[in-house]
């Protein structure tokens, strides 16, 4: 997972951020991507809102989103999400949008940096990224 924001609201401005968030560690900058690169989304108000279509055309990237009530076109996305949910989130009381931004944030590199991955032959995504490189 490279990018993502927490919020109380559903506004554009939260996946915009997530976005460049996702862009700085990818990319090491903000600006036009180098090459080609397509962003898959739902249809959610917040990705086909004008200030997001926007963002994302000024860095280059090309939207596309999957079909109306299909989540399993998005399964890679559905599953960290339902993961995060039961191995982080549903087990903590959180007290404050920070706590649960810090707790979340403390299991998102331990997702990234330490946790094996089976669809990654057990090695973590920061492992088959360096791989891959």
């Not at 559905?78 to 949910?85: G, H, S």
């Not at 191995?87 to 403390?106: I, M, N, P, W």
Request: aromatic residues 10%.
């Amino acid at each position: 997972m490279l990018g993502w924001q927490l919020s109380r609201s559903a506004r554009a401005k939260t996946p915009e951020a997530a976005l460049e968030h996702a862009l700085i560690a990818r990319f090491g900058t903000l600006g036009r991507v180098p090459r080609p690169f397509l962003l898959r989304s739902d249809n959610g108000l917040v990705f086909t809102s004008r200030s997001y279509t926007r963002l994302v055309r000024s860095y280059g990237l090309q939207q596309e989103f999957i079909t109306p009530h299909s989540p399993e076109q998005n399964g890679m996305v559905e599953r960290v999400i339902r993961t995060i949910k039961e191995q982080c989130a549903h087990r903590h009381r959180f007290e404050s949008l920070q706590h649960a931004s810090r707790v979340l944030g403390d299991w998102i590199r331990f997702y990234n940096q330490q946790r094996p991955h089976q669809a990654l032959n057990m090695k973590t995504p920061a492992e088959a990224y360096a791989l891959a490189a």
